[in-house]
Nanobody, 122 residues
Framework: VQLQASGGGLVQAGGSLRLSCAAS????????VAWFRQAPGKQREFVAH????????HYADAVKGRFTISRDNAKNTGYLQMNSLRPEDTAVYYCAAQLGGDYRLPEKYGYWGQGTQVTVSS
């Protein structure tokens, strides 16, 4: 499966953005989808995950209550709605897909999008 992330940009603190992850190739509906982010000088960190069926989802504590992950299997697209953005959310955001494994670990994902920059100004 090939992934392409989009939707990043520059936003003021308190604002919102919606990231999209468009998938092509093998059956997208069979894969769990996650978002990770990486700030300059930091390791890539888990943000959110959703199972293939679009049911249960998981969030990092830092984004819980502000971010919402979703997917539309008919459109082969995953989303990350980000509200109440903070300067510390500034990072490159990556979408990733997996068939199984610990959803919090980037090394468990075999497919990655190219990343989209999110910058939150104070």
């Amino acid at each position: 499966v090939q992934l392409q992330a989009s939707g990043g940009g520059l936003v003021q603190a308190g604002g919102s953005l919606r990231l999209s992850c468009a998938a092509s190739g093998r059956a997208f509906r069979n894969y769990s989808v996650a978002w990770f982010r990486q700030a300059p000088g930091k390791q890539r960190e888990f943000v959110a995950h959703i199972y293939w069926g679009g049911g249960a989802s998981h969030y990092a504590d830092a984004v819980k209550g502000r971010f919402t992950i979703s997917r539309d299997n008919a459109k082969n697209t995953g989303y990350l709605q980000m509200n109440s953005l903070r300067p510390e959310d500034t990072a490159v955001y990556y979408c990733a897909a997996q068939l199984g494994g610990d959803y919090r670990l980037p090394e468990k994902y075999g497919y990655w999008g190219q990343g989209t920059q999110v910058t939150v100004s104070s």
